[in-house]
């Protein structure tokens, strides 16, 4: 199947099959797939928490107003963005780069202060609400691979985020639920799956601008 095949085969799954698990090896093709998203400037300022504790995902459930998909799909996998210590991402960045392309350090520091410069002049509470953002670029990335391994999969925007940071411990980690998503296989039961793709046309959604 094509790109656009798999994008019109998946759907947001709202009642996953609990008995289905999603293989270890194709659980290593979805990691890699996120940790190739794009992000602002490349930092990633994000992690990504996959829960299997059986106890915390049924405590989770209950701060996402008992959705089943949080307990019955195969993974949970929280997206949590950094809050903090913005300017330590922006070193840790610069050592991957040197390590990764073999740079000279004192080469690509200018980059490194550039970038601080900016998120300094941005200040804390903007940053978080940008590197909240990130996390969604992440999330299509997973979406896309999802659909081409025929792995049902749905975003969440629907729980409280106190609760979540709480019951994770992400605070004292300066993480913050930003976002989740559930992996795993539709129920047979699951009416959604039987439900059109309602999409706006094209010539609703793009203009052209001569």
């Not at 903090?84 to 690509?108: M, P, R, S």
């Not at 202060?113 to 590197?131: D, H, P, R």
């Amino acid at each position: 199947m094509n790109l656009i095949d798999n994008l019109n085969w998946r759907y947001a799954t709202k009642a996953f099959d609990p008995a289905k698990k999603v293989s270890s090896e194709e659980l290593e093709v979805l990691k890699e797939a996120v940790r190739l998203s794009p992000s602002a400037y490349g930092l990633q300022l994000y992690k990504v928490l996959i829960v299997e504790n059986k106890e915390i995902r049924m405590a989770l459930r209950e701060a996402s107003w008992n959705q089943p998909q949080i307990t019955d799909a195969s993974h949970l996998l929280v997206f949590c963005n950094f809050t903090q210590d913005f300017n330590d991402h922006v070193d840790d960045y610069v050592q991957l780069i040197v390590e990764a392309q073999g740079v000279d350090k004192k080469q690509i520091s200018p980059y490194g202060e550039f970038i601080k410069s900016q998120l300094n002049n941005n200040g804390t509470k903007q940053n978080q609400v940008w590197a909240e953002k990130q996390t969604y670029l992440a999330l299509s990335n997973l979406l896309a691979a999802c659909a081409e391994l025929k792995i049902d999969a749905c975003p969440m925007e629907g729980f409280l985020n106190d609760a979540y940071n709480r019951i994770l411990g992400l605070n004292k980690q300066g993480l913050n639920a930003s976002l989740i998503a559930t992996v795993g296989y539709r129920s047979d039961n699951d009416e959604a799956q039987f439900r059109k793709k309602v999409r706006k046309d094209k010539e609703q959604l793009f203009e052209l601008v001569y």
